[in-house]
């Protein structure tokens, strides 16, 4: 069988200095919140050029420090498209907030900014787009509805760390453009962890320290608590592992984007692929297409040893704990969940595996 990823080929490259780092941790014994931890955030910042950068224990945690930072309460509505992961409407109820549900742009399968202006009411808090597949979100568009209409924007980045694209000439990385963003090191994402992480990002100096206290349970300092916070804590081994993975991730990005062109150019005018707009660098964390006969395309592949995914199978208002939202209409979104299913996709796709994964796909469209 293919690999749908391949984290062992990844680990072969910084094994020594994985377990290298790992015994340091052990030596010091600073399980949490050690020195690792400063310095992939430094790391971090440097890679995307932002100003700050927060580790924290997972991508629904980094979503929940933003919505905390910028103080979204019960009542209050936060903007999501209706075509995505479950958490990023989840962390909006748990807070007792209203996810209010749009449409996507079906070539993109992100927020479609038209929809996300049509549905601001004088209760909207955020507008929390998801930069999906590794490809960012038209940000520009919606910093621009940000500012005309005072309305704080979270990046959903679990997928796109690592992705660009270019605003007014200057080429700015995923995660550093909203008012603050979020990524999730998930072991399968582009940049993973080996266990749950994520972090946070802003160039906001107050909504940093807020959030920095705010996954310590809400500390100014030992023992004296300014605000109800939790434990979204970062520890130093998942850190550890990220600093080295890091290191090799610029390469890894261009590999995928090696993968991604091959797929495209084979498939264009063939199969409905997921469409990168001009100036755009995605992270790839998906190569996604559309399908018909879903179920059946994906047991003919299997039977030739090439695994599929679906990402994902279901809007989030047909979910059932989400049923007195059912008849909002997302018609791109329902569409897209019936019909997407991604193929394999890692920087370490071999040329052989990756003319099967085409051939094998243009035999059964």
């Not at 007792?96 to 601001?120: C, H, M, Q, R, W």
């Not at 939790?230 to 993975?245: H, M, P």
């Not at 592949?301 to 989030?316: D, E, I, M, R």
Request: charged fraction near 25%.
């Amino acid at each position: 069988m293919i690999p749908f990823i391949d984290l062992k080929s990844q680990y072969g490259l910084i094994e020594d200095k994985v377990k290298s780092r790992i015994n340091a941790i052990l030596e010091h014994g600073k399980y949490i919140m050690g020195p690792e931890v400063a310095e992939l955030e430094n790391n971090l910042n440097k890679f995307i050029d932002c100003k700050h950068s927060i580790g924290c224990g997972s991508g629904t945690d980094a979503l929940m420090l933003a919505m905390l930072a910028l103080d979204i309460k019960h009542g209050d509505e936060v903007i999501v498209p209706n075509f995505t992961f479950f958490g990023t409407a989840e962390v909006v109820s748990l807070l007792g907030a209203v996810p209010v549900f749009v449409d996507i742009d079906p070539s993109t399968y992100n927020i479609d900014p038209l929809k996300v202006s049509e549905a601001i009411t004088p209760k909207t808090k955020a507008i929390m787009p998801v930069s999906l597949y590794g490809l960012t979100a038209d940000l520009e568009s919606l910093m621009k509805i940000s500012k005309e209409k005072g309305i704080a924007i979270i990046e959903d980045g679990a997928q796109s760390f690592g992705a660009s694209y270019t605003v007014n000439g200057t080429r700015v990385k995923s995660c550093n453009i909203a008012t603050i963003s979020t990524t999730s090191f998930y072991p399968a994402k582009p940049l993973g962890a080996y266990g749950d992480a994520g972090a946070v990002f802003t160039n906001d100096d107050d909504l940093a320290l807020k959030m920095r206290q705010l996954l310590n349970h809400g500390q100014e300092r030992g023992y004296h608590h300014i605000h109800i916070g939790f434990n979204g804590r970062l520890d130093s081994i998942q850190a550890a592992v990220l600093i080295e993975k890091l290191d090799i991730f610029a390469k890894e990005i261009e590999l995928r984007n090696q993968v991604a062109s091959k797929y495209r150019e084979a498939f264009n005018g063939k199969i409905k692929m997921q469409e990168v707009p001009e100036g755009h660098i995605s992270s790839w964390a998906q190569f996604t297409i559309e399908v018909e006969d879903r179920d059946s395309f994906r047991e003919s592949l299997s039977k030739s040893n090439v695994p599929t995914a679906v990402h994902y199978p279901t809007q989030l208002t047909d979910q059932p704990v989400y049923k007195e939202f059912s008849n909002t209409d997302t018609p791109a979104s329902k569409s897209a969940a019936k019909k997407v299913v991604s193929l394999p996709m890692h920087p370490y796709l071999s040329d052989e595996d990756q003319r099967v994964v085409i051939e094998t796909v243009l035999e059964n469209i």
